[in-house]
T-cell receptor, first 114, second 114 residues
C-alpha cells in the first residue's frame, strides 16, 4: 500500500485566498484524522471522521475551516479565507476501525499564507 | 479528562549515550499507550505501543513499559545513534463518545551528536 497520500506537499498563498488540502487514506481504514502542527501549539487534532461521518470537529479553529469526506478514499480540508496565522503543517492520518489502533500519518502539507 | 505529559526538550546527547524520555498520563479506564517518532520533514510514525499494564513495547532498540501504578510510559534506549535525532511523541488512545481518540503529548526533540 502507498500509505496515506496528501496533496499538495507545499502551498504558498496570499491572505484571503481559498486553500484546499487533500488526503487519500489507506484503503480499508475507517478513521480519518486532520491535524495541524505549529511550533507554538504543537500537534492539534482538528477533526476526525468514522466511516466518512464527522465525529468530532471541536478542534476546528473557526468557521473559516471546513472538512469533508465524500467517500472512503478522499477527504478535503478547506480554509476560506486564509490568514497568515493559518501557516502550519497539516497532516492527515488514518487508522483501522477498532480500538488500540495505530494511526498512519501522511507526509503533510506545508502551508504558508502571506 | 485524558491527558499526556512528557518531558520538555530539547534533549542533547552524544552518540552511544543512554536515553530516557519521560511520559506520564491521566486517563479513565485502560488506555493504550504509544510512542511516535517524527523525522525532519516527515509525518509521525509509530515507534512502539503497549495495550495493557506491564506490557513492554519495543522497536529499533527503543523500549517502553506500561506502568499502571505510576501511570507512566517512559521511552528508553541503551545507545543512541545520530540517526535517532527526531521528535518523539508520547500518546494515549482510549474510547470516548463516538469512538477511539488518540491524545498526543507536546513532543520531545532529541539531538544526537557524533
Amino acid at each position: 500500500d502507498a500509505g496515506v497520500i496528501q496533496s499538495p506537499r507545499h502551498e504558498v498563498t496570499e491572505m484571503g485566498q481559498e486553500v484546499t488540502l487533500r488526503c487519500k487514506p489507506i484503503s480499508g481504514h475507517d478513521y480519518l484524522f486532520w491535524y495541524r502542527q505549529t511550533m507554538m501549539r504543537g500537534l492539534e487534532l482538528l477533526i476526525y471522521f468514522n466511516n466518512n461521518v464527522p465525529i468530532d470537529d471541536s478542534g476546528m479553529p473557526e468557521d473559516r475551516f471546513s472538512a469533508k469526506m465524500p467517500n472512503a478514499s478522499f477527504s478535503t480540508l478547506k480554509i476560506q479565507p486564509s490568514e497568515p496565522r493559518d501557516s502550519a503543517v497539516y497532516f492527515c492520518a488514518s487508522s483501522l476501525s477498532s480500538g488500540e489502533e495505530t494511526q498512519y500519518f501522511g507526509p503533510g502539507t506545508r502551508l504558508l499564507v502571506l | 479528562g485524558n491527558s499526556v505529559t512528557q518531558m520538555e526538550g530539547p534533549v542533547t546527547l552524544s552518540e552511544e549515550a543512554f536515553l530516557t524520555i519521560n511520559c506520564t498520563y491521566t486517563a479513565t479506564g485502560y488506555p493504550s499507550l504509544f510512542w511516535y517518532v517524527q523525522y525532519p520533514g516527515e509525518g509521525l510514525q509509530l515507534l512502539l505501543k503497549a495495550t495493557k499494564a506491564d506490557d513492554k513495547g519495543s522497536n529499533k532498540g527503543f523500549e517502553a513499559t506500561y506502568r499502571k501504578e505510576t501511570t507512566s510510559f517512559h521511552l528508553e534506549k541503551g545507545s543512541v545513534q545520530v540517526s535517532d535525532s527526531a521528535v518523539y511523541f508520547c500518546a494515549l488512545g482510549a474510547q470516548n463518545t463516538g469512538g477511539f481518540k488518540t491524545i498526543f503529548g507536546a513532543g520531545t526533540r532529541l539531538f544526537v551528536k557524533a
